[in-house]
């Protein structure tokens, strides 16, 4: 994804680039936030670090839908 700022790349291969990075963070939403530590240490907290797995998956999304 960070050779597509500096060199033309097909638009396919950051389409599949940004899908496989987006899987793969979604399973680590899965695994770490609800299946290892849910609500750990408070509430708040495990919102907190949910929220921001999620800004970043959203983040792979809307590049995805821009620029792919």
Do not use: C
């Amino acid at each position: 994804m960070l050779a597509a700022l500096f060199f033309p790349v097909k638009a396919r291969w950051l389409y599949l680039t940004t899908l496989m990075i987006a899987i793969v963070w979604t399973v680590r939403i899965v695994l770490f936030r609800f299946v290892s530590d849910i609500f750990e240490p408070t509430l708040f907290a495990w919102l907190n670090r949910l929220a921001g797995d999620l800004i970043f998956l959203l983040t792979l999304w809307l590049n995805n839908r821009k620029y792919a």
